[in-house]
């Protein structure tokens, strides 16, 4: 069975700083990887996906990841943070015909 | 304005009652998911269904039950077969079945039963 493996439960960064979440799945085949957020009384949302092709993804405000196939790993960055992106970031793995698996989350605090 | 509606936001019940939560959407979506998010877990998949009155169990279904007689609407039904039912419940539509569709959520249903 696949598993999703987000290392930091809590990050707290400041205004401008530059942030990166881990994200690490265990399956070797073919995956769809995604990442969701939660904004503080808001719906969960997706934040950007890869299926295939270029490594590199660009999703909304700002926020980019990178499918590492040989590290499994989808990591979330964003050069410069806001205070409004202060929520919870989820990452998912869905691998051939099974369901959406996610990771337990990372809470970020952006501090003004 | 399309999108998913779950009521009530807040619910509570005592131990040993039944409950079910409401899922509407509007978004004319053939797939329908419940997820139910703890705290430090993350969400984890309860029932999904890809299509009218057929429905699938996901990782955690035991102490649950779902129908869908409908396109629009997926209830979820916490019997007290379920050990800890206190939770916040997520449900989620995607345009077809198969989860590489992106899925989107409703606002959620948190469940404290007492």
């Known amino acids: 069975a696949q598993s999703v493996s987000q290392h930091n439960h809590h990050v707290i960064l400041s205004e401008a700083a530059s942030l990166e979440l881990g994200c690490n799945y265990s399956?070797?085949?073919?995956?769809?990887l995604f990442w969701y957020v939660q904004y503080p009384g808001q719906h969960l949302q997706l934040l950007l996906k890869?299926?295939?092709?270029?490594?590199l993804v660009k999703g909304i405000k700002g926020f980019e990841a990178e499918f590492i196939k040989s590290k499994f790993s989808f990591n979330l960055r964003k050069p410069s943070v806001q205070w409004s992106d202060t929520a919870e970031y989820f990452c998912?793995?869905?691998?051939?015909?099974?369901?959406?698996?996610f990771g337990k989350g990372t809470m970020l605090l952006v501090s003004p | 304005d399309g999108g998913i509606t779950q009521s009530p936001k807040y619910l509570f019940r005592k131990e040993g009652q039944n409950v079910t939560l409401s899922c509407e959407q509007n978004?004319?979506?053939?797939?329908m998911y419940w997820y139910r998010q703890d705290p430090g877990q993350g969400l984890r998949l309860i029932y999904y269904?890809?299509?009218?009155?057929?429905?699938q169990k996901g990782d955690i279904a035991e102490g649950y039950s779902v129908s869908r007689e409908k396109k629009e609407s997926f209830p979820l039904t916490v019997t007290s077969a379920q050990k800890n039912p206190t939770a916040f419940y997520l449900c989620?539509?995607?345009?077809?079945?198969?989860?590489?569709?992106?899925?989107?959520f409703g606002p959620g249903t948190r469940l404290t039963v007492l």
């Open positions: 989620a539509s995607s345009q077809a079945g198969g989860f590489r569709n992106e899925q989107f």
């Open positions: 399956y070797g085949g073919t995956v769809n």
């Open positions: 890869y299926f295939s092709g270029d490594p």
């Open positions: 998912a793995v869905n691998a051939g015909y099974s369901t959406l698996t």
């Open positions: 978004l004319n979506h053939d797939a």
């Open positions: 269904s890809q299509i009218v009155n057929d429905f």
